[in-house]
Structure formats: C-alpha cells, structure tokens
C-alpha cells in the first residue's frame, strides 16, 4: 500500500482534530436514565449474540499474573498522538499500583503506525496474534486495522475509533463515542446569556468533510434554538492567517463567533488575528482549544481572556484537580508514565480507554476470555471516568447530554455558571438534549 501525499496528510490531521473536538464536545440522549434504558435493551443483546463461541475459550496475552494489551497509534510528525499512549500506560500503571486487575498487571504492547494504513493493518494484525485486546488507540488510519477486526470479531478493541464503520463494530467500545448532530445545551446557555448577540453569529468550518457534516448539525439546532448566522467562511487545513476572514466578520456584524470545531492551532492563529484588528465579539471555544498552548499560542492572557469554553470532560488540565480527584490521580500518572509530558485530549482518551476495559475486565471474573470481555463490555451502560467526562454509555455507543461552561479568566481556563462538584451531576450541566437533523 503507497504512502499518501503530503497534501493529504495536512487534510487528514485538520480532519482527525476536528472530529477529536466533536467526540469530546458532543452529546447525545436527553437524560442518563434514557440512555441506560436504550443500552440495557436490544444493543446489549445483539452484541452479545455476535461474539463468536470461539472467543470464550480465547485467552490471548493473558498468564497467571498479568493481561497484554496493544495500542495502535500515530507517533510520527513529531509524537501526532502520543498522549494516547502515554494515557493508556498512565492508567495501566496507576491500577498496577493498586495491585492490577484481579491480581493480573496490565502490560501495554505500543505500536506506531507512522500514519500510514499499511503499518496500521499489520500492528492490529500483530495485536491480534499476541495481545488479549486493543486499548486506547488513536490514529486516522484505524480503518485499515479495523479491516482485520471486522474479519475477527472476537477481538476486543476498546478506544476512540474515527472510522464509524470500524466504531460500528460489535467488538468495538469507546468511552467517548462519536455521534453526528449537535448538543443543544451550550447552545442555549448562550442564547440565554447573550440574547442579542445571536441575531449575528459567525463561525468558521474547515474545507473537508467530515467537518462540513458537523458544522451542518451545529447549524441546525443553532437555527433551532434561534441563532441567526451572518457569517461562515471555510478555511484550508494549511491556512495561518485569518485576517481576511477577521475584517469580514467585522464588516458582517458579527457579535458572537463559535470556534468549538477548531483545533488549537487554527483557533490561536484567529484570536491573534482579531486582537490585531482590534474586533472582539463573543468567542467560544470548543474541546481542542482547552490545551496548555492556546494562551501563548494566541498572543498571550489578553487575546485570549473573556473567552468561553464548552465541552464534555472536567478541566483535567488541573483546574480541576482540587475538586475532582481523579483529575489529581489522571495528572500525577501521565507524569509517571512519561515525565513532563503536558496532556492533552488524546491522553484523556488514552487514560479513559484503559479505565473502560479495566472495568470490563474486572467484570469477566479471575479466568477471562476474550468472549467474557466482549460480553462485560456490552454490559457497561453508563460511564464517566470518575466524574473527568460526562456520563456516556459505552454499550449502546452513545453519549450523555452533560457538559460544563467555562471562561478564560487572566489567562486560565476557569469553570462558569457550573452546577456544584460536590451535587448529583459531579459539576456538569445535565441540561437539554443532543439534536440530530432530519435525513434526507
């Protein structure tokens, strides 16, 4: 198989961190107890009727006292996505330290897939042959390994899969599975906080496909909930500057502009751009601008500050650490599992990932099969990684509707109009409903 051209590449990196934002943003079902209820019915079932017979005596990468588990992920272009590993020997060395699970250490057998499909099919191959199950991969190629789960349905793969025919699988799990629409919670805060300001929105989508689709389920339940659009504009994957696009908007009226579906280095070049122009409406960021750089990235506190954010996990970069304790837990093991290495959202889905097949492992009893995990994971019906995520259910392969709302406050990422940590919903708003539009 060739190698894709470099111009493809630059596609499929700005396509795989928008739908990374969209996973992470993005909710669905009305309450928690819908989403149980729809999980604990027929998807349980039907999942458990495809696990081969085969795979209940299938016992892979286990021994007496530890459980093997590959991940397949892109560390090339300098480490694209290696928070997914990191995040997933995090979690492996936070419950060996615990004493493993069922008295077996995870080990975890890493792969580079160099971002190119081949070497994606042959590491999952690889896995197959000698791990009990894949956990916390991450790469754009994962269709070309999910080629080889297709064909082996009694593998397990637990992580966040892009490919939707691959995230389609029976023997596919994620903590945090992609749904098309939009959530309409967010939506509506703002509309209430800003009622003026949304008879002129702007936004800005990126020229590729897959971001083309989520902007036009975010366009429909803004338009929904009563949003007027004045302004959209799209932008190529190796666009830099978006001064053009800024004295449009200004010309346009825009008062509130959504940034949720951009990832971090579009949307630090924008905020660069409007403080430059000196135009400053209502910003609000999304799920892959909460990182470390966005702040320096943008110019400093002062492009950045006023700023909202709406997403689906806690601030797991450490605002929340004194409140929510897995956030402390999840830091301090990224830190011991590589040094220094700052997190980011792929690390989360690496660490939750992990979280998840721990649980189901723990479920499959002392002598676990590939067929006993497969069967635990079609029963975990409501998950949330100790409060860092909204509750979402993995069986069904749908989202919950919880989310929080942010600020940028002198240069920090700060939670805003938040329900308290200590109260039912863990600090997320539970609000609404995640909308998906009509099919044609």
Not at 78 to 107: C, E, I, M, P, W
Not at 335 to 345: I, M
């Amino acid at each position: 198989m060739t190698r894709t051209s470099r111009k493809t590449r630059l596609a499929a990196l700005g396509a795989v961190l928008l739908l990374a934002t969209t996973a992470a943003a993005c909710s669905s079902t009305n309450s928690a107890s819908t989403t149980t209820t729809a999980a604990g019915g027929s998807n349980t079932t039907s999942g458990s009727s495809k696990i081969p017979a085969s795979a209940y005596g299938d016992h892979t990468g286990i021994t007496s006292n530890s459980v093997t588990v590959g991940n397949v992920s892109t560390l090339a272009l300098g480490g694209l996505f290696k928070g997914a590993q990191v995040g997933t020997q995090a979690y492996a060395d936070y419950v060996n330290s615990t004493g493993g699970v069922n008295g077996r250490k995870l080990k975890v057998d890493g792969a580079d897939d160099g971002f190119t499909g081949a070497t994606n099919k042959q590491a999952t191959q690889a896995a197959l042959t000698n791990d009990f199950a894949l956990v916390g991969n991450f790469s754009l190629e994962d269709s070309y390994g999910g080629a080889v789960l297709a064909a082996n349905p009694g593998m397990p793969d637990v992580s966040n899969v892009l490919d939707t025919t691959t995230g389609s699988l029976p023997n596919v799990y994620s903590p945090v599975p992609l749904n098309g629409g939009w959530q309409e919670g967010g939506l509506q805060y703002f509309k209430k906080k800003f009622p003026s300001d949304v008879t002129a929105v702007g936004a800005m989508i990126a020229s590729l496909p897959s971001a083309q689709t989520d902007w036009a389920g975010e366009k429909y339940v803004m338009e929904k909930v009563g949003y007027h659009i004045t302004y959209t504009a799209n932008y190529g994957v190796a666009q830099t500057d978006f001064t053009s696009n800024v004295i449009a908007m200004k010309n346009a009226g825009v008062k509130i502009l959504f940034v949720d579906s951009m990832a971090e280095s579009y949307a630090s070049a924008l905020l660069k751009n409007l403080t430059q122009q000196n135009f400053h409406p209502v910003v609000v960021l999304g799920a892959a601008t909460y990182t470390a750089k966005l702040i320096q990235d943008s110019g400093g506190p002062a492009a950045v500050n006023g700023s909202f954010l709406d997403q689906s996990t806690t601030l797991y970069l450490g605002q929340d650490a004194s409140q929510v304790p897995a956030v402390a837990t999840f830091l301090h093991w990224v830190n011991v599992a590589s040094p220094g290495f700052t997190p980011d959202l792929f690390t989360l889905y690496g660490w939750l990932s992990a979280q998840l097949f721990a649980q189901a492992l723990q479920n499959a009893g002392t002598n676990p099969s590939r067929g006993s995990l497969l069967a635990q994971l079609g029963k975990i019906t409501t998950f949330d990684g100790n409060h860092l995520i909204g509750p979402n259910n993995p069986a069904a392969k749908s989202v919950g509707n919880c989310y929080i709302i942010g600020k940028v406050v002198s240069g920090d990422f700060q939670r805003l109009d938040d329900p308290p940590v200590s109260g039912s919903t863990h600090g997320f708003r539970c609000d609404y409903s995640y909308v998906t539009p009509p099919k044609n």
